[in-house]
DNA sequence: CGATCAATTGACTTAGCTCAAAGCATGTGG
DNA sequence: CCACATGCTTTGAGCTAAGTCAATTGATCG
């Protein structure tokens, strides 16, 4: 069993065992992993550090993060990238790189799990349905990472920002009415920079949503989507819920 | 071992064989994995059909192919996108998709060897070994579809094709001299789509490409990249701004 | 209650898209 | 083997969506 390190440290731990296959949550093979994990907080904007020499694997317990890439050469100034947001009960793979380093910097205050990504499979080896349990988790990654990707392609910046919207509804759940109301851990930069829009254009796509009354925001972070249908509609006739309108 | 279906056959056999860990290439559970795989062969432009209704992992034996994803709704005009292209030695992930159907296409003929996901996933687990080394290649595939994917945020036109350039130049293994000479088994379309930009765009660059020296063309499909630093550079940096001081 | 930073709004510029026409390859039939 | 036909590619001329620059408004915190 893993060594009490903190009630909030085995609040951790017990939400990554209960993340896993029901019949694994108290296995040998999950004390392992426990035991070689390494429980960290971050601070709202801090980043996670570790040795950039080998790959890890985070588990988000709670919080949320944004992984973002920024070009190590030359210019400071803009060009961040976000790559992906993640959420409580994600498990991300942060590859090391030797141009563009990967980073995953706290939203809000975060929980996480760290794991050598080669000392959770050399653990995992023994247990073939905790490989399988990453592997499906990696594929599912890399599926929604493409589906974005075809986004990213040709859409327009309201395609973007409605599509941003609907996604960060299907992750806060309130996915039952036409409407949801949202809190938004990101500012409007990191929007931007996740969608490759500029803030000014995320700011004047937020205006034109709720200008056409399909929106309604309150400060910075709070969103309230008031008809979900035809802001799918408006990110380009994919995924909605349950009705899916033809055109 | 697996029965002789034809000369073919066995020749994608064995270089699906030859790409697993070394230590594995002959033993019981490749033989299994080689019983179970569908072997194919594509004509030119030629998709691969299969059960939609299962996951299905495909190797490529021999040949280039494209993976698109087109939205099922209505606007069959466009928005075709290309998600990846693929080489020979690659292991792709297929998921089964409910609104926007994803399909493997040969750019030229190609031998593939199709796996349900399923029922690899289930012999590989009686060898983690199998299970780890599909693992890794997705977590690589996840993390090319990210780099790629903060390409596609903010990048210019001529940046976005000078990338694609050197990538391209990266499978043909020609990477160790200033130049290199590609065939490109895809079309301007296909180039452009997996860019997100139009064929109009990808062809002026080329032409821009071609004026500055950095590459010379022949034909559809032959490209000779000539001073691939510089074409490096290109991919990189090369913010558009409002000052574009000129090469 | 200012100080400070994020977000919005406006005026202007531009990269890349659209529409349209002309050149080239590649394959086919005489 | 050559002429033709077809589809790919290149080039050209506007247009528009989104970026840039700049100034204002609004929120958050010591």
Redesign the interface.
């Known amino acids: 069993m893993a060594k009490r390190l903190s009630p909030t440290a085995d609040n951790g731990i017990a939400k990554f065992r209960a993340s896993l296959p029901d019949d694994l949550a108290h296995s040998a093979i999950a004390d392992e992993l426990c035991a070689i994990s390494q429980h960290k907080r971050l601070m709202k904007s801090e980043a996670l550090v570790c040795d950039p020499q080998t790959?890890r694997l985070v588990y988000i317990a709670a919080g949320a993060a944004k992984?973002v890439?920024q070009?190590s050469?030359?210019?400071e100034s803009?060009?961040m990238?976000v790559?992906?947001f993640h959420f409580p009960g994600d498990m991300i793979?942060v590859?090391r790189?030797r141009d563009?380093d990967?980073r995953l910097i706290a939203l809000d205050p975060c929980e996480l799990l760290v794991f050598s990504?080669d000392r959770f499979?050399d653990i995992?080896?023994?247990e073939?349905?905790i490989?399988?349990w990453?592997?499906t988790r990696?594929?599912?990654?890399?599926?929604r990472?493409?589906?974005?990707?075809?986004q990213?392609?040709?859409k327009s910046a309201r395609q973007r920002v409605a599509d941003f919207l609907i996604s960060m509804a299907e992750h806060g759940g309130g996915l039952a009415g036409k409407s949801c109301r949202l809190i938004l851990p990101m500012s409007r930069r990191d929007i931007g920079?996740?969608?490759?829009l500029t803030i000014e254009t995320v700011s004047r796509q937020f205006t034109e949503l709720r200008e056409a009354g399909l929106i309604k925001t309150q400060g910075r972070s709070l969103v309230q989507l008031l008809d979900m249908p035809a802001l799918a509609q408006a990110a380009?006739?994919?995924?909605c819920a349950g009705t899916?309108q033809?055109?």
Not at 193 to 196: F, Q, V
Not at 236 to 239: I, P, V
């Open positions: 790959d992984l890439a070009p050469a030359g210019s803009n060009a990238q790559l992906a793979s590859l790189e563009s990967f990504t499979l995992a080896q023994g073939p349905a490989l399988r990453v592997l990696s594929l599912q990654a890399l599926h990472s493409r589906t974005r990707m075809m990213m392609g040709h920079d996740s969608l490759g380009g006739q994919h995924r899916v033809h055109i």
